[in-house]
């Protein structure tokens, strides 16, 4: 059979349209044709390195293209977003889906807004990019990683098959700090670890409670409240800075809990944290009425090394963040595959020109994005519980 052709574009020359870049050439259902790159700065170069066009607007890279990968700080995931639905283009989108991102003012400061108001304007917000959807031909891919890692899709398998209810689970995603300098800022990031990392384990946790319920009953067990705290350990006044941890942020939590509840009163605890040394720490353990599993996205345990070392393996790539790659470390043999990156791109593809459904949608993103929120409005009043508006 011939494969069909899908012409796409990357927005963003940064970190993830880097790995994005790397998915694309592992798809193998679909001829990608990566038509160009357009991004506020470095473009360019991106689109040498990789024998691509770079184009100057959003609009001339949309007209030549069947889908825009959305690879950009969230602050401008839903502009992007929903100009290419607007032209029945498909938008693969970065996690975490939309947000609150300040009022404009220079004074605005995550520390002390009232967060009532980033949960009203991002529920708004979802609103206007499923409407959007919902008018378009093409539709939002929602890049979570985590719902494609071979560890979580294994459970998803096991869930199918014997029906379990999962009665709670917990997971984490963490390391010492993004590279990202737009990170630091809730103004372009729309809050700190509790969104940028905590949004991983959480949608992986939402994904499978979705399918238990649709197992069993056709239709997905969804969150009902959060209680959450978050902290700003590196900002605090006696934290004693040695180097190895992230420590410029402006106004963002670096520590955070949510403690969801959903529909049927199962949980799901989650940790997220920018304050975890030895590289990062990507996990969820799921306890079910008839199993148990732990999912060791990073690191795991398909490879070990001891290197006595530090240079000999200058050269080597181990593991994302680790500091040091002397003594015992866990090389993750291909550590996109683990992580869910090529897997996502190609149901991606396969939706695109198949019309397959996908496991990771506008839904899923939203029901991320609106416990989020809530768990900020939880986490500014010390943890009261606070009921998440499902999706
Ligand atoms: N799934 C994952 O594991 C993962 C990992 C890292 C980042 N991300 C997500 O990817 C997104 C981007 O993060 P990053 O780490 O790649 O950031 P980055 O800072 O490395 O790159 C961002 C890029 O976007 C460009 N950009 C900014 N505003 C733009 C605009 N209005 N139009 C066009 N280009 C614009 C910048 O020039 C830059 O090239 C974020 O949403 C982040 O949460 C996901």
């Known amino acids: 059979m011939q494969k069909p052709t899908v012409r796409c574009g990357i927005v963003g020359a940064g970190f993830s349209a880097s790995f994005h870049f790397e998915a694309l050439q592992k798809v193998h259902g679909t001829n990608v044709d990566i ?24 609009e001339a890279l949309l007209d030549e293209v069947d889908v825009v990968h959305v ?14 639905l607007e032209r029945d283009k498909f938008a693969i989108c970065e996690k975490p889906l939309t947000g609150y991102f300040g009022d404009g003012s220079d004074t605005f400061h995550g520390d002390t807004f009232p967060k009532q108001e980033a949960l009203n304007f991002a529920l708004a917000s979802i609103d206007r990019m499923l409407a959007a959807e919902k008018k378009s031909k093409g539709r939002i891919l929602y890049a979570e990683n985590w719902v494609y890692a071979p560890a979580i899709q294994k459970e998803r398998e096991i869930l199918e098959k014997t ?10 995603e963490a390391h010492s700090g993004s590279h990202a300098h737009t990170y630091a800022y809730w103004k372009f990031s729309g809050g700190g670890v509790m969104i940028g ?5 959480l949608t992986a946790a939402l994904y499978l409670k979705r399918v238990e319920g649709r197992t069993r009953n056709g239709k997905p067990i969804r969150p009902r409240a959060v209680s959450a705290r978050t902290h700003a350990i590196t900002r605090l006044e006696g934290f004693r800075d040695e180097g190895h941890i992230r420590a410029d942020y402006y106004d963002i939590d670096d520590f955070s809990l949510m ?13 997220a944290s920018d304050i975890v040394l030895g590289g990062i720490h990507n996990w969820l353990e799921v306890n079910a009425n008839n199993h148990r599993v732990i999912c060791n996205i990073n690191p795991n345990t398909a490879m070990q090394a001891y290197n006595p070392v530090e240079a000999n393996f200058k050269d080597i790539y181990v593991v994302e963040k680790i500091g040091t ?25 396969r939706a695109i020109s198949r019309g397959e459904p996908v496991e990771s949608d506008s839904r ?9 929120y809530s768990a900020y ?5 010390n943890g009261r519980e606070v009921a998440v508006k499902a999706f």
Do not use: N
Not at 71 to 84: L, R
Not at 197 to 201: E, N, V
Not at 377 to 381: K, R, Y
């Open 325 to 349: 790659k002397q003594g015992w470390s866990c090389p993750s043999p291909d550590e996109d595959w683990f992580t869910g990156y090529p897997q996502e791109i190609e149901a991606f593809y």
């Open 163 to 172: 029906g379990g209810q999962v009665l709670w689970m917990h997971g984490e």
């Open 364 to 372: 899923l993103a939203a029901d991320c994005i609106s416990t989020i």
């Open 377 to 381: 409005v939880s986490a500014e009043q």
């Open 259 to 271: 403690h969801v509840v959903f529909e049927d009163g199962t949980l799901a605890d989650i940790f």
């Open 197 to 201: 990392k905590g949004c991983h384990p």
């Open 71 to 84: 690879c950009t700080p969230p602050v401008v995931h839903e502009a992007i977003t929903i100009a290419a």
């Open 35 to 58: 038509v160009g790159v357009f991004a506020k700065e470095r473009g360019d170069e991106y689109a040498q390195r990789r024998g691509i066009a770079q184009f100057d607007s959003l």
